[in-house]
C-alpha cells in the first residue's frame, strides 16, 4: 500500500492525472491466478471420459456413449440379457422397450398405467415388467411386439392378494428361478414360482419394501421406506433387521461378489420432503396425483433437490458394522451397481454418475444429459444407464476410454487481460495428455472466440491473445492424471470509476450515535436511492444512509465509487465557483466515501464539488488510473442580508412599517416581526413570493393588548418593532425601529 502516492496540492499537478487515464496499458495490482485444484472446482466443467477424483484430480475414466432417445420422459429401469440388448421401463407415455446394442428400439409393451416402474430379465430370457400405480406384473415375450395389458401375461395382480398392496417396486429371481416382488403400502414381499401363483414371503410394519437383494447364501436382502430398515429373510421367510439407516428410504441396495451389502439411503425420518407428483397426460393437461403416502423418493421425477441428500452404507460381509461410506448433499440415489473398481451410484439431479470406494473416496466417472440417472444393468458391450428427464439410455464401457476430454468453466478476469503460464500438477505420464487453451471478449465460447491452441503446461505463455475470457481443454489418454490447473494473468488496469456525488449544505457527518443535546441528526442519501421519495429498505452496499447533524456552517460532500479491477482507492475535493475556470484543492487523500468541511473556508457563492479517484495505492508510481465525477451545483451561504429604507410610523391604531432587504447570494425569502418583544408573526414580501436577491416588506402590525400583570410602562405610547429577514439558507438579520 502506498496512501501517500496520490496528491494534488495545485491545479497544475492534478492535470497529470488526466494523462495517467490515457495509459491503456496499464495493468491492475499484480498478477493474479485463476486455479482449479478443488473436486468442487472440476465440477464446473465438462467431463467426456474423465473422470473427477474426490481428491480434486482428473484421471480417465469409462467411455460415455448415447444408446438412445426415448419418446418417454421417464426411463425408469433397464434391464439387460446376454446378448446385449437392453431393455427399458418408461412412464410418459408407458412401454417396454427393447433396445440392441446398435441402439434399434421396439416396443414390447404398452400400458394404460402411468409407468413402467420396474422390470427384470428372467432366467427363461422372458422379460417381467412391473407397473405403477396399479401394481401389476406381466410376463413378456423378449421377441414379441407391442403387447398390451389384454394380450400380456399377468403375473401378479395385487387385487387378488389378501393384503391389496397398491404400488410394486422392485423385483429378483433366486437361483432357482422363483421371482420376488417388492410391494409398498402395505409393505410386502411375494414369491411366485415358475408357472406358480403368487404367495406372501414376507410382510413388514414398514410403508414399502423399495429394494431387493439376494446375497451368496440364498438369503433375500430387503431394504425398506419408513424407517430405512435393511433385512436379511432367509428362504423360509424368517426375517431379521441387519440395519436400522439413519435416512428414512433404502432407494437402492446391492450385493457385492464378497457378500458386502451397499445401500443408498434418502430423507430425514419423520418427515416427507416429497411434494406430489407430476404427471403430464396425453392432452397436454397437467394433473397432481399424490400416489405414495408418505411418498417414495423413486416416485418423484421432478426436478427439485431433495433436501439432505443421499447416503450410501456399507454393511461388510462377516462382523464387521455397517458404516456410511459417502454422502452427497445435492445428489439423489436412484440406483447401484457392483463393479471391481467399486461402487456405482446412478444419481439425480444433475445426471451424475459417481464411483465410490469402500474407503470413502469418490469420483464423478460420468455427466450424462438428463436430469436423474435411474438405473444400471451389466452387458457384455458396457453398462447400460437408463435416465429421466429426458428418458434415454446411455453405456458405459467396463475400462478406460482410449481417449477422454475435459472442458473447464470460463473463466471472467473481469477485465481486459495477459495471459501467462500455466501450472499443471502432473502425473508420472505427462506425455499421455494434451492441453489446450482459447479466449474470448464474451461469456459464450461458441460466439466468435479464438481456436483451441495446444500448449505446454509448465513452460511459457500459454499463447492465447489478450481477452477477458479464459477456458482450458484437456484430452486424456489410459495411465495419466493432472490435479491442480493454475494460469496466470494480469488484468489491464481500468480506471476507478465515480458513480455519484451529493452535497448537503447544512450538514455535518458523524460516526457515532446521536447523544442528547445534539443538533437534530439527518441522513445523507444519494440520489439513485430514491423511488418516489421512498428510500430503499435495503440499499446496495456502499449507499447506506450516512448519518449526520443539521449544523448550518457546515457542509458534506458524500460519493460512491468503484472499481472493477478490485483496486484500493483514494480520493482528492476539488471546487470550483460559478464563472470560474480552474478547480481548487479542497482536500486530498481522503479514504472515506464523504467529507465534511466548514463552509467558512469557501466564500458564499455558487459551487460545484469534482471527486477524483484514484488507484494509486495498489500501483507503481506513474501507472495509477482516476476517475471523477463533478456534482450538481450548490450554494454556500452564511452571510444574512442587510436591510435597507426601514422606516416604521404610528398609523390609526397601528404599526406601519417598510423595509428593503438584500442578500448577495441567496433570495430572500421571508420576514417575522415582534412587538414590544411580544411573538414573532410571519410576513411575506410585497410581491407575495419570496425568490429574489432584493425583496420589499410593506405592511401593517396590530399593537397588542397589555398582558394581564405586566408593568406598567413608562411610557404607554411608545412601541418597539423588531424584524427578522431571512434568506433561503435561514441566514438572519434582526433590525428595529421605535414608534411613539
Do not use: C
Not at 498478477?31 to 465438462?46: A, K, N, Q
Not at 407428483?277 to 392432452?283: A, F, M, R, S
Not at 408573526?681 to 410593506?698: A, C, H, M, N, W
Not at 439558507?729 to 411613539?740: L, P, R, S
Amino acid at each position: 500500500m502506498m496512501p501517500g502516492r496520490f496528491r494534488a496540492p495545485s491545479v497544475a499537478l492534478f492535470a497529470l492525472t488526466t494523462a495517467f487515464s490515457l495509459v491503456s496499458a496499464a495493468h491492475a495490482q499484480g498478477t493474479r491466478l485463476w486455479t482449479e485444484s478443488r473436486f468442487e472446482d472440476f465440477e464446473r466443467g465438462t467431463p467426456n471420459g474423465v473422470a473427477i477424483t474426490s481428491d480434486g484430480h482428473l484421471v480417465p475414466g469409462p467411455e460415455t456413449s448415447a444408446v438412445l432417445a426415448t419418446p418417454s420422459t421417464y426411463v425408469w429401469a433397464v434391464a439387460a440379457d446376454r446378448d446385449g440388448n437392453a431393455y427399458l421401463a418408461t412412464g410418459t407415455p408407458a412401454t417396454v422397450l427393447r433396445v440392441t446394442p446398435d441402439g434399434k428400439s421396439t416396443t414390447l409393451f404398452t400400458t394404460h398405467d402411468m409407468s413402467v416402474q420396474t422390470l427384470r430379465v428372467g432366467p427363461d430370457g422372458s422379460v417381467y415388467a412391473a407397473t405403477l400405480p396399479s401394481g401389476k406384473v406381466y410376463k413378456l415375450d423378449p421377441h414379441g411386439e407391442n403387447k398390451t395389458e389384454e394380450s400380456a401375461t399377468l403375473v401378479f395382480d395385487p387385487a387378488t392378494t389378501t393384503e391389496k398392496p397398491k404400488y410394486v417396486w422392485d423385483l429378483a429371481f433366486d437361483a432357482k428361478g422363483q421371482l420376488y416382488i417388492a410391494a409398498g403400502a402395505p409393505a410386502a414381499v411375494y414369491r411366485v414360482a415358475p408357472g406358480g401363483k403368487p404367495s406372501l414371503f414376507f410382510k413388514s410394519d414398514e410403508e414399502h419394501v423399495r429394494a431387493l437383494a439376494f446375497d451368496p447364501s440364498g438369503n433375500l436382502i430387503a431394504g425398506t421406506d419408513g424407517t430405512g430398515l435393511i433385512y436379511r429373510i432367509d428362504p423360509s421367510g424368517k426375517a431379521y433387521v441387519l440395519y436400522d439407516a439413519p435416512k428414512k428410504e433404502i432407494t437402492s441396495l446391492i450385493v457385492a461378489p464378497d457378500g458386502s451389502i451397499y445401500a443408498a439411503g434418502v430423507g430425514e425420518k419423520g418427515r416427507n420432503a416429497l411434494p406430489p407428483l407430476p404427471v403430464t397426460g396425453q392432452g397436454q393437461v397437467t394433473a397432481t396425483i399424490t400416489i405414495v403416502a408418505p411418498g417414495s423418493v423413486q416416485a418423484f421425477n421432478g426436478n427439485t433437490l431433495i433436501p439432505d441428500g443421499s447416503e450410501l452404507y456399507e454393511l461388510p460381509h462377516g462382523s464387521g458394522p455397517p458404516r456410511k461410506i459417502w454422502s452427497g448433499h445435492d445428489e439423489i440415489v436412484y440406483a447401484l451397481a457392483s463393479t471391481p473398481d467399486g461402487v456405482l451410484a446412478a444419481t439425480g439431479n444433475r445426471g451424475r454418475i459417481f464411483r465410490i470406494r469402500d474407503d470413502g473416496t469418490f469420483a464423478d466417472i460420468a455427466h450424462l444429459d438428463a436430469s436423474q440417472a435411474t438405473g444400471f444393468a451389466d452387458s457384455p458391450n458396457g453398462i447400460y444407464v437408463s435416465t429421466a428427464n429426458s428418458g434415454k439410455l446411455f453405456r458405459l464401457s467396463h475400462g478406460e476410454a482410449p481417449e477422454g476430454s475435459y472442458t473447464s468453466e470460463v473463466f471472467d478476469a473481469g477485465a481486459f487481460a495477459q495471459w501467462g503460464r500455466a501450472e499443471v500438477e502432473t502425473g508420472p505420464q505427462s506425455s499421455a495428455f494434451q492441453l489446450f487453451a482459447r479466449a474470448g471478449n464474451i461469456e459464450n465460447p461458441e460466439r466468435a472466440w479464438s481456436d483451441w491452441k495446444q500448449f505446454t503446461p509448465n513452460s511459457g505463455s500459454i499463447g492465447v491473445e489478450s481477452s477477458r475470457f479464459l477456458q482450458w481443454k484437456l484430452i486424456e489418454r489410459p495411465g495419466s492424471a493432472v490435479g491442480e490447473v493454475s494460469v496466470n494473468y494480469l488484468p489491464v488496469n481500468l480506471p476507478p470509476i465515480v458513480d455519484e456525488v451529493v452535497v448537503a449544505p447544512g450538514t455535518r457527518a458523524v460516526n457515532n450515535q446521536q447523544q442528547p443535546g445534539q443538533p437534530q441528526q439527518v441522513t445523507v442519501n444519494f440520489p439513485s436511492q430514491q423511488n418516489n421519495g421512498i428510500t430503499f429498505v435495503q440499499p446496495e452496499a456502499g449507499k447506506e444512509p450516512l448519518p449526520a447533524i443539521k449544523e448550518r456552517t457546515a457542509v458534506t460532500v458524500r460519493w460512491s465509487a468503484r472499481d472493477d479491477n478490485g483496486d484500493d482507492l483514494v480520493f482528492a475535493l476539488f471546487y470550483r465557483g460559478e464563472g470560474e475556470r480552474n478547480w481548487q484543492l479542497l482536500k486530498d487523500r481522503i479514504r472515506d466515501r464523504f467529507y465534511s468541511f466548514d463552509s467558512s473556508l469557501i466564500p458564499d457563492g455558487h459551487y460545484r464539488i469534482k471527486v477524483v479517484a484514484s488507484d494509486a495505492p495498489s500501483h507503481s508510481p506513474g501507472e495509477a488510473l482516476t476517475g471523477d465525477r463533478v456534482s450538481d451545483d450548490f450554494v454556500i451561504d452564511t452571510t444574512p442580508p442587510t436591510v435597507t429604507g426601514l422606516e416604521a410610523h404610528l398609523v390609526n391604531g397601528k404599526i406601519h412599517a417598510s423595509l428593503t432587504a438584500t442578500d448577495a447570494t441567496s433570495p430572500v425569502s421571508h420576514a417575522e416581526y415582534s412587538i414590544d418583544a411580544g411573538h414573532w408573526q410571519y410576513i411575506e414580501p410585497v410581491t407575495k413570493i419570496g425568490d429574489s436577491l432584493t425583496e420589499r416588506f410593506d405592511f401593517d402590525a396590530p399593537i397588542p393588548q397589555p398582558k394581564s400583570g405586566a408593568p406598567v410602562p413608562t411610557d404607554p405610547q411608545e412601541h418597539v418593532i423588531a424584524i427578522r429577514v431571512f434568506d433561503r439558507e435561514d441566514n438572519a438579520v434582526t433590525v428595529k425601529a421605535v414608534v411613539h
